[in-house]
Nanobody, 118 residues
Framework: QVQLVESGGGLVQPGGSLRLSCAAS????????MGWYRQAPGKQRELVAAITSGGSTNYADSVKGRFTISRDNAKNTVYLQMNSLKPEDTAVYYC????????????WGRGTQVTVSS
């Protein structure tokens, strides 16, 4: 059974930082590309950051220079370091795992709430 479990969300003031974690089980983690998506109320889910099995990364323009995605294959975990948070970063953040052989095979976590507010 595949599980992706996000943690690390919460309430933070503008300008603050959070680190999200996503622990994966039930998959061969090293052969999955990993991504963080977010969905704000009334908006579509959007890609925030992604990292390939080889470690290449890409980011949404809105978070470049502020967020960093990384992975630890030994721990089956992907991270999202979020700095200089803004109110518009408020959303539910979801972890995604996509098989490198067939992108149609992907899995989602249940999400973790991030709220940026003073």
């Amino acid at each position: 059974q595949v599980q992706l479990v996000e943690s690390g969300g919460g309430l933070v003031q503008p300008g603050g930082s959070l680190r999200l974690s996503c622990a994966a089980s039930g998959i061969i983690f090293s052969i999955y590309a990993m991504g963080w998506y977010r969905q704000a109320p009334g908006k579509q889910r959007e890609l925030v950051a992604a990292i390939t099995s080889g470690g290449s990364t890409n980011y949404a323009d809105s978070v470049k220079g502020r967020f960093t995605i990384s992975r630890d294959n030994a721990k089956n975990t992907v991270y999202l370091q979020m700095n200089s948070l803004k109110p518009e970063d408020t959303a539910v953040y979801y972890c995604n795992a996509r098989w490198v052989v067939d992108a149609r095979v992907d899995y989602w976590g249940r999400g973790t709430q991030v709220t940026v507010s003073s």
